[in-house]
């Protein structure tokens, strides 16, 4: 017992960081430091530059990622997840009987869709100390992407939508692409003295020094968007698709990651990804897309700002049930 209140103690404390991050957005936002007005642009240069420097930081002179199985299963894994859990999502709208036009796909594409990115990468840094771990996980990332863009966005809209078949190829999976080559290509212990070895060095050390900041800037960013939400008049309570959706994201779910992760025959930086990802509340991006695609934003709102909460205390649970799980350390 004192070695599970130890681990929670620990985990906890790993994730609060990350809090308070989200927490100083919301009060840069409530303070008037960070306005609405700069988000697009902050937005934009957090997707085209802060995260893929990032990428390029966590896969480049990676050794686990010299091995193709790991590199071809942490993708599919990735978009397995979100398959995974948009047929759990789909079985429990059926069972409750949501109705179109009430919000059902919504609920449906908002509760299957995790923070995959900015809540899990630094706790898997803080957990694990593991640089195979992050860079399995940005990989991994790739495959949700690409299901999210393709296989999501169909649920959430209805149908095949043409603008979002082109944000597949996005700044972030064409990082991983360019990242995995050089990593293949060109091994950090081969570079040479010369004037083109210095160079090539140099741009990695300064993707290293803008990768540093994508995960703060980009709880910052969620923290404001946070504090948006329950300022403004969208955000509502359908106490029916709210607890609906808070069980299946932060009980089913994690249950059928942790039960992949266990009996799955994956190499243990996956399987360390699928434990932090299990814990996992739902991510801010389905309250964007449902605006683009004919979704219903408050209800997405609330499935987030509901799970986001929750995550807080549910994070070190799930991630003890799936170390002892799975045997990792």
């Given at each position: 017992?004192?070695?599970?209140?130890?681990?929670?103690?620990?985990?906890?404390?790993?994730?609060?960081?990350?809090?308070?991050?989200?927490?100083?957005?919301?009060?840069?936002?409530?303070?008037?430091?960070?306005?609405?007005?700069?988000?697009?642009?902050?937005?934009?240069?957090?997707?085209?530059?802060?995260?893929?420097?990032?990428?390029?930081?966590?896969?480049?002179?990676?050794?686990?990622l010299k091995d193709g199985v790991l590199v071809f299963q942490a993708p599919a894994i990735g978009f397995a997840s979100i398959l995974i859990g948009l047929v759990i999502a789909f079985a429990v709208a059926k069972l409750f009987r949501f109705q179109q036009g009430s919000g059902k796909r919504t609920f449906i594409f908002t509760t299957s869709i995790y923070n995959y990115g900015f809540i899990?990468?630094?706790?898997?840094?803080?957990?694990?100390?593991?640089?195979?771990?992050?860079?399995?996980?940005?990989?991994?990332?790739?495959?949700?992407?690409?299901?999210?863009?393709?296989?999501?966005?169909?649920?959430?809209?209805?149908?095949?939508?043409?603008?979002?078949?082109?944000?597949?190829?996005?700044?972030?999976?064409?990082?991983?692409?360019?990242?995995?080559?050089?990593?293949?290509?060109?091994?950090?212990?081969?570079?040479?003295?010369?004037?083109?070895?210095?160079?090539?060095?140099?741009?990695?050390?300064?993707?290293?020094?803008?990768?540093?900041?994508?995960?703060?800037?980009?709880?910052?960013?969620?923290?404001?968007?946070v504090r948006d939400l329950l300022d403004g008049r969208e955000l509502n309570r359908d106490w029916k698709i709210l607890s609906s959706a808070t069980v299946t994201r932060m009980v089913i779910i994690p249950v059928s990651f942790l039960v992949t992760a266990a009996f799955l025959p994956i190499p243990a930086p996956l399987k360390a990804v699928l434990v932090v990802q299990a814990a996992m509340p739902s991510g801010m991006f389905p309250i964007i897309l449902a605006r683009q695609y004919g979704g219903k934003p408050a209800i997405a709102a609330q499935i987030v700002i509901a799970t986001t909460l929750i995550s807080l205390v549910s994070i070190p649970i799930w991630i003890i049930i799936g170390r002892i799980a799975t045997g990792l350390t």
């Open positions: 017992m004192n070695e599970i209140l130890t681990s929670y103690q620990e985990i906890f404390f790993a994730s609060i960081p990350v809090y308070l991050f989200i927490t100083g957005g919301y009060l840069f936002r409530k303070w008037g430091w960070l306005t609405k007005t700069a988000d697009e642009s902050l937005i934009r240069l957090q997707i085209r530059v802060f995260y893929p420097a990032l990428i390029l930081s966590f896969i480049y002179g990676n050794e686990a899990a990468i630094p706790l898997s840094q803080s957990l694990f100390n593991d640089s195979a771990v992050t860079g399995t996980l940005v990989v991994f990332n790739a495959g949700v992407e690409i299901a999210i863009w393709s296989i999501g966005i169909v649920v959430l809209s209805g149908g095949l939508q043409r603008k979002s078949l082109k944000n597949l190829f996005n700044p972030p999976l064409i990082a991983v692409m360019i990242a995995l080559v050089l990593n293949h290509a060109v091994s950090p212990s081969e570079l040479t003295d010369d004037f083109a070895g210095r160079i090539f060095s140099t741009m990695i050390h300064t993707a290293s020094w803008l990768g540093a900041g994508a995960i703060p800037f980009a709880l910052i960013l969620i923290g404001a968007s």
